[in-house]
């Protein structure tokens, strides 16, 4: 499988490993086909989205 840069995998899909999912798409369903492509925004707002994710991440188990 090889996956571009600012790709959206919907929750749910079954991506097969002969899948290639190019640059600025979004894929989903069973098996994953491609859907759409991502707004140029997702490039601005996507870095900010994810610090804040894991900078509030609580982990209720421990690392092994």
């Known amino acids: 499988m090889e996956v ?4 959206k995998i919907l929750e749910g899909s079954y991506v097969t490993a002969d899948t290639k999912i ?3 798409s ?3 369903g069973k098996p994953a086909k491609f859907l ?5 925004a997702m490039d601005l707002y996507m870095p900010e989205y994810c610090n804040n994710y894991y ?7 421990p690392i092994k």
């Open 4 to 7: 571009g840069n600012n790709v």
């Open 22 to 24: 190019p640059d600025n």
């Open 26 to 28: 979004i894929f989903g």
């Open 36 to 40: 759409d492509e991502t707004s140029e």
């Open 55 to 61: 900078k509030n991440l609580v982990i209720t188990q």
